[in-house]
């Protein structure tokens, strides 16, 4: 198995650090490591350095030692865009978990017109608070090194004005008897922003879908089958990632 990755606000400049607070506890704690294992340092942000475990203190406390040099990973050359709408429970940390998992780039909550779940007030920051979490988690699960961003929450004129700036923009529509385009082949950029928008379980409302296409967006379809709203956003950032060579 990769080292674990664990997350610090800034790379050390010498080849010493002590991990303490949560992130240690997790480290001695939760996963019992002891000297000698490897372990990843990164700040989430594309910065990371490897180094050993030279001892475990107290319940909190990794010493590490042989972090020479850091290291930053390019940004993608293709960038992949969710903008999420909110599902009802969990559904959301599931959506968030899987998609970071998998490789998105930036996730974008939405407040859909047909959305049952409303982010108002303290629930609704608490709401972003806990898809920020889920994905620093599941960033750090995944061994990633430059974890999402996931954006304020969205109203849908400010969904359609970044369709308007991206370089390949879609709504994701599974409506039959809607014109739209498999995702699997259309024309993809192959530099630059990538869009798409994953409406909620009623569906993206004609008004939306007119809105969205004037900023220029695309309706595609993802297959023959009707996925829910926290699984559609995982499968099409996987069908992107291998369209634009990102798993290659």
């Known amino acids: 198995m990769t080292a674990p990755v664990f997350v610090i606000e800034q790379l050390p400049d010498g080849p010493g ?3 303490e607070g949560s992130e240690g506890r997790h480290a001695v704690s939760v996963k019992r490591l002891r000297a000698g294992e490897d372990v990843v340092l990164t700040d989430g942000r594309g910065h990371w350095a490897e180094g050993v475990v030279a001892a475990a203190e107290g319940k909190d ?11 930053e990973e390019p940004r993608p050359g293709v960038r992949i865009t969710v903008v999420q709408a909110l599902p009802k429970g969990d559904r959301g940390e599931v959506a968030v978990e899987t998609m970071t998992e998998t490789g998105v780039d930036v996730i974008v909550p939405w407040q859909a ?41 969205a109203t849908t004129k400010q969904v359609a004005a970044l369709l308007a700036t991206a370089d390949f923009a879609a709504v994701l529509h599974e409506d039959r008897g809607y014109d739209s385009e498999p995702l699997a082949t259309v ?14 379980e009623g569906g993206v409302s004609p008004e939306e879908l007119a809105l969205f296409a004037a900023a220029g967006a695309r309706t595609c379809r993802l297959g023959p089958t009707v996925l ?13 990632l291998g369209r634009t060579g990102r798993w290659s």
């Open 187 to 200: 024309a993809l950029p192959d530099q630059g922003d990538i869009v798409l928008v994953v409406g909620p």
């Open 228 to 240: 829910r709203t926290s699984t559609a956003g995982t499968a099409a950032t996987a069908l992107l």
């Open 113 to 153: 017109a047909r959305c049952i779940t409303q982010w108002k007030g303290d629930r609704g920051l608490k709401s972003l608070a806990k898809w920020r979490s889920t994905s620093r988690e599941a960033g750090k699960q995944s061994r990633r090194v430059r974890f999402p961003d996931v954006a304020d929450a």
């Open 61 to 71: 406390r990794l010493v590490i030692t042989g972090l020479e040099s850091v290291h």
């Open 17 to 19: 650090f002590v991990l």
